[in-house]
């Protein structure tokens, strides 16, 4: 009896196993490969590429425009972590008080969640133009706005923006459902107790929501660390480099310069950074199963 | 009568505060809204007042010739059907597989259960840009580059995780007993599956058919990558090539983006409960 359920059950979960295995796991043996060789548009035909080590590797590190790019996927990653998780807690609070509009607003806002991130590029395009509406707004209260998109400086301020108008709304959902989960009666019996309601919130709210918040976080980051589509619409990467990240760099080595061992290494060393957060991710989910097993 | 119905939203301390965060969240909704908005009002506006000097925040004259320019274009239409096939077979290819995993995972509890939902988490947490060249290059020997599957196939790769995440607590949900009673009646496990089981967690399958097909739609990297015939990509797949056509003529840039959105917006209107319970869920989006 026992038996059979086993063999009922991979019946239903082995083929989307060997599927992601076909899918999923092979294309990465195969891209770690490849970034050992020398492979390009001149020996992709013949498949006379060879083994050269690590020299892919070598040669990104003593490379100022990688070191620009890996630098510029910290700065996007992390300057969107902040204020995506800052103003979506904020959010959260609000929006998880009851009022009228609480609920419909609440969804309206996600909306800009489901768009395709390659129509929000098309849109911060067009808002900051250097006679946009941003800076046509900016004038009405007296500030010349800058060159957006044209300036190395302003350029990746603009794309953190259009990245946070998604991920506020994202982190917003993350943390009301986080919210959600602290039980009540905690913040009745202590304000008994005669406790503020900002000790309340440092002291049971964000305590209780500890695992809420490392998980938004961690995925935030898993999200973010990989952008593409943004960049890839809104500004190409440019000018000068000031907005490409790994995700762009190595779609452009592979597919635009043909270099597909220096396409497949920077794209590994997008996965080894993901990778360290993500262990930590796959913990906690691993454990919350447990937890709920037992 | 009305009066002291206002009298009472505003006069007591419960319906001043009701009021004040009205308001505020009218503000959120206006801000977060209004690059939507700006889109679809330079949509709507002439060649003469986009070139204008002066920006304009509402249209003087409506018009609908950019809407039309696109939807007159041949290659905008092929487009279109593009994006519906990419968002169809995704959402095909995720359901065939991502379901009945679902249903193993949260029915039985197998040995190797551990592994399988590893497995399961980390192809949902890969980026796409490292399955990008190996793909390209295993799918140009296999000769798939330029077929219509070949996009799909890439994009559910993320996407029935998504589903079998999403999926598995609904039927976790539903008592053995259900299934124990099918069984009885002479159902086997497969006809259990489809006649009872999957009819029991509508709710779930209506979201997971909904982000399917959005994640089939909105994809980027891998249809502009593999559809190697500019002709056989998707609408996302082809701002780039419509934006050179039509240089800074933002009414038509606009009235494409529109497009693009629209399907979207539809399905979010109607099936919003859906989506958000969803997105929190499985807390993915490709």
New interface residues.
Partial sequence: MKKD??R??????L???I???V??G???V??FV?SFKNMDVSN?QSGTSVFIGLKNYTSLFSNPTFLLILRNTFVFTICCLVFQFTIGFL?AL??Y?K????GP?R?????????????T???GQ??FLN???IN?LLKHIGIAGPQWLVQTSTAIIAVIIMNC?VG???NM??LI?GLSNVPQEVYESSSIDGATKLEQFFCITLPLMKDAIF?VLM?GF??T??A??LM??MT?GGPLNSTDV??TY??SL??TQFQ?SK??S???I??LC?FVV?LF??KL??NG?EKEES | MKNSHFDHLLHTREGRRNFYYCTISVIIAIVFLFPLYWMLQISFKSDMETFGKVLTYFPKKITVDPWLTNLKDSNFISSLKNSFINGFLTMFISLLFGIPAAYGMGRYKPKGFKVFLLAFLVSQMLPASLMLTPMYLTFSKIHLLGTYIAPPIAIAAGTIPFVIITLRPYFKSIPVSLDEAARIDGCNALQSFFMVMVPAVKTGIITIVVISFLNGWNDLMFSMTFSVKPAMRPLTANIHKFQSVYGTKWNCIMAYGAILVLPVIIMFIFLQKYIIGGLTAGAVKE
């Fill in positions: 359920k086993t009922e059950s991979y019946a239903f979960i083929p989307a196993f599927y992601l295995i899918v999923v092979y294309p990465i195969y891209n490849i992709l959010f609000f929006f008080k009022f009228t509009f609480a607003v969804g309206l806002i996600l909306v800009s969640y489901m768009i395709p991130m390659s129509v590029g098309l849109l067009n808002l006679n946009g509406v046509d108008w506020i709304p994202f959902l993350l459902s998980a995925l898993i999200y660390f990989r593409f589509d890839f619409i190409s790994l995700a190595s779609y592979s597919f597909f396409g497949s920077v794209a590994v997008l996965f993901l993500g991710y796959l989910i691993i199963e």
